[in-house]
């Protein structure tokens, strides 16, 4: 780990660029999850480095879409196995919903290392993928899910990762939340729900909304009168509106 001091003005920023390196060198992050998160840096800037309102709106309706649901699953992959570990877990156990570990680049061994490194952070069971149950509309190492978590989930909780798959759960009939900083990306668009925002920050506050006391027909209200392209748009307004100066 480099040694930055707490006083520096990009502390935050810096201990995340840490933990995604560490990822990296622990075989846990793909090489390319560098430049993802470079990426999100880039439009992390540009939102503030802060929750912003549209993302506390998604947050809540999705608290409520998870909350509401028959089956839920929460999908790792290995950037935010490296970033946000712990609060995967507290998710997991708010909701009794497993993790299950899904990636796209296939450096071996890299899948039982972040099954390793949740157990070794707290989880109780890490569901991984298998070759007995495959997601249609989609090639890529991602179809292979576990028969009883991403298969015969009703809404999977997706934080950043490439499109493909998010379509082909969509396809399926699945309900999908992501968090993603950027607005315009395929995952964002096809989601039904997206919580731009950084996951490091989102994951707290969405832990704590599911958390609120509400009845069912709050939840679904919220739930049903969610509109992710008013969220989407609000966020791409923010977006040009910050970076006119
Ligand atoms: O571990 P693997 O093999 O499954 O690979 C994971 C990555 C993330 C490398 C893979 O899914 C990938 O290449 O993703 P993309 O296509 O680069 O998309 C990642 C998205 O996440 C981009 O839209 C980024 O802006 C966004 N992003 C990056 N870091 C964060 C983020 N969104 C929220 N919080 C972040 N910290």
Request: aromatic share 4%.
């Amino acid at each position: 780990m480099s040694d930055v001091p707490k006083s520096h003005p990009r502390y935050l920023s810096l201990t995340l660029r840490d933990r995604i390196v560490e990822g990296v060198e622990n075989g846990i992050t793909s090489i390319h999850g560098l430049i993802a998160h470079g990426r999100g840096e880039a439009f992390d800037y540009l939102i503030g480095e802060k929750t912003q309102p549209f993302a506390t709106d998604a947050i809540c309706a999705a608290a409520a879409m998870l909350k509401l649901s028959n089956h839920p699953v929460i999908s790792v992959n290995g950037n935010v196995a490296a970033l946000a570990p712990k609060e995967l877990i507290e998710l997991g156990n708010i909701l009794k919903a497993p993790l299950e570990v899904n990636i796209f680049h296939t450096e071996s061994g890299r899948e039982e290392k972040i099954r390793q490194h949740l157990l070794n952070n707290g989880a109780n069971e890490v569901l991984m993928p298998s070759p007995e149950a495959q997601l249609s509309f989609i090639d890529s190492n991602r179809k292979y899910v576990h028969p009883e978590g991403i298969f015969i989930a009703d809404v999977v909780f997706v934080p950043l990762e490439d499109g493909d798959r998010c379509e082909a759960l969509r396809k399926m009939g699945k309900d999908v939340v992501t968090v993603d900083l950027n607005p315009m990306s395929r995952t964002a668009l096809q989601a039904s729900i997206t919580i731009v925002d950084n996951v490091v920050r989102a994951l707290p506050l969405l832990c704590e909304a599911i958390q609120k006391q509400s009845s069912d027909s709050d939840l679904q209200h919220k739930s049903t009168h969610y509109r992710n392209e008013d969220i989407l748009q609000q966020a791409l307004q923010h977006i040009s509106r910050s970076s006119d100066g």
